[in-house]
């Protein structure tokens, strides 16, 4: 009984890890990041994304532009 149990519990951890590694997602939940569509702000905190906000020659790139108050917005002549 304890070998049939050991068993499932196997296949259940290596269902799960390989789902999860199919669908893309992280192990360490923990770890903020996502993704960033270019000319979208959306559910976007520019902290988690220091390589994109950190440089604005980056942030133009993906359509970003930051006001004089230091936030970040989509610039008016995004054209994606």
Request: proline content about 6%.
């Amino acid at each position: 009984m304890l070998t049939k149990t050991k068993i499932a519990l196997a296949a259940a951890l290596v269902i799960g890890t390989a789902s999860a590694a199919l669908a893309g997602q992280s192990v360490d939940r923990t770890a903020p990041g996502g993704s960033v569509m270019p000319g979208s702000m959306d559910g976007v905190n520019p902290a988690y994304h220091p390589g994109i906000f950190g440089n604005p020659a980056v942030a133009k790139s993906y359509g970003f532009v930051q006001s004089t108050d230091g936030t970040w917005h989509v610039s008016q002549a995004w054209r994606g």
